[in-house]
């Protein structure tokens, strides 16, 4: 999607600090960090929120979740304790309408 913020990101046409890179997932630290340690995990493919999953896209929301567990471990906050957030839609609070997953943790 070409006015889509994220995809400009996973085009390259955007610079990201990445942690995270594979042919299906990107994971990138948040410019608006909310914890010490804030990373985003997205898929290369848009789409624009949860609601927006189809049943094929159940292989990719798993490689997310694993994903987003290997990093926070790589973070080094697996030990100590971390959340995963989802919002989905202005309601929930989602600004940027591609699926993400927040990495949150790093508190004393």
Not at 8 to 13: A, G
Not at 30 to 57: F, G, Q, R, W, Y
Not at 63 to 69: D, I, K, N, P, S
């Amino acid at each position: 999607m070409s006015d889509c913020i994220f995809c400009k990101i996973v085009q390259k046409e955007i610079p990201a600090d990445v942690v995270f890179e594979n042919e299906k997932i990107l994971v990138f630290k948040d410019i608006n960090p909310k914890a010490p340690v804030h990373c985003l995990v997205i898929p290369k493919k848009h789409i624009p929120s949860l609601n927006e999953t189809k049943e094929e896209d159940k292989e990719l929301l798993g490689e997310l979740m694993l994903v987003a567990r290997d990093v926070a471990k790589e973070m080094k906050i697996d030990e100590s304790g971390y959340k995963l957030s989802v919002h989905t839609g202005e309601g929930g609070g989602q600004e940027v309408f591609h699926i993400h997953i927040h990495i949150l943790g790093g508190w004393s």
